[in-house]
């Protein structure tokens, strides 16, 4: 099951944003994870929020005041590595950005960014890591827990064409593994 981590200003949202937030965060990840998306599956989902003290957080390298004028948000999505190639990666992201989209809203601004459109603008302090856990490495309820594994707790295997796909990667994986 996966992990979501929003490192972030404190204060950078309300209550009420971070509640929003969190399941459209979940609903990104998941839809390119456990395809389709259950209720297992997002149950065994961890969101944390982790605000960082503004006196710690140097956007730029510039001083710590500068987050009120110019927000960051670093979104960690923990996965195991057999659920992805580079189109559930693309597709991961995209949700991202579209679940702050949602929850902070479109305040009409764009700017062109290395010859990238970024709309809204404050998209472009959006960082997102999808961190793929090795095959053999995820751990829940104390025991190593393989992809295979993780998709009949979260219902992937249901889905004959995404559960075949699930098996070539960790088979590609395993093969590529050094240990």
């Not at 053999?136 to 309820?141: E, L, V």
Request: proline share 5%; glycine share 10%.
């Amino acid at each position: 099951m996966p992990l979501i981590r929003i490192n972030c200003p404190e204060n950078s949202f309300t209550a009420e944003q971070k509640a929003k937030l969190a399941p459209l965060l979940i609903d990104a990840l998941m839809r390119q994870e456990v395809d389709p998306v259950t209720e297992a599956g997002k149950e065994g989902t961890l969101c944390i929020f982790n605000e960082i003290a503004t006196d710690n957080c140097f956007p730029g390298g510039q001083g710590p005041d500068l987050h009120t004028t110019r927000p960051f948000w670093v979104v960690e999505l923990f996965a195991d590595a057999g659920f992805f190639n580079q189109k559930r990666r693309d597709a991961a992201q995209l949700g991202v950005g579209k679940a702050f989209v949602t929850v902070l809203g479109d305040d009409g601004s764009r700017l062109d960014w290395g010859g990238q459109h970024v709309a809204p603008a404050y998209l472009k302090n959006l960082y997102c890591l999808m961190i793929e856990i090795p095959e053999g490495s995820w751990g829940a309820a104390g025991h190593t827990v393989s992809a295979l594994e993780i998709a009949a707790i979260a219902g992937t295997d249901k889905n004959a064409g995404r559960f075949k796909e699930l098996q070539e990667n960790t088979a590609k994986l395993k093969a590529a593994r050094v240990s």
